[in-house]
């Protein structure tokens, strides 16, 4: 059975670092698009990074880049979501989700047929 198990959420001050972790289960990751997703309440959910097949590449949204880095350890069958200088509008509910294919482009919700069931991050001034 598929299941992806988040954790690592918690609040934090503006300019701090978290780590969300995503516990996989029932299939080889490594064969999937891994993305990290987050949603604030009232608004759309947004994809934020993606591991693309293993060694294919990765895709960061522009309000994230160069802050966040999405990591694989195949051993522990765990994705990461390492977040440093976070900012208040990083604040939302962070979810891991799988695809088998993916596209290049912005992550598109309806192309991930697995999700976690999220964990919150907070980030106060």
């Known amino acids: 059975q598929v299941q992806l198990v988040e954790s690592g959420g918690g609040s934090v001050q503006a300019g701090g670092s978290l780590r969300l972790s995503c516990d996989i289960r029932g299939f080889n990751y490594g064969d999937y698009c891994m993305a990290w997703f987050r949603q604030v309440s009232g608004k759309e959910r947004e994809g934020v990074a993606v591991?693309?097949?293993?060694?294919?590449?990765?895709y960061y949204a522009a309000s994230v880049k160069g802050r966040f880095a999405a990591s694989r350890d195949r051993f522990k069958n765990t994705l990461y979501l390492q977040m440093n200088s976070l900012k208040p509008e990083d604040t939302a509910m962070y979810y891991c989700a799988a695809a088998r294919f993916c596209g290049r482009n912005v992550p598109r919700v309806d192309e991930y047929k697995y999700w976690g069931q999220g964990t919150q991050v907070t980030v106060s001034t």
């Open positions: 591991l693309y097949e293993v060694g294919t590449g990765q």
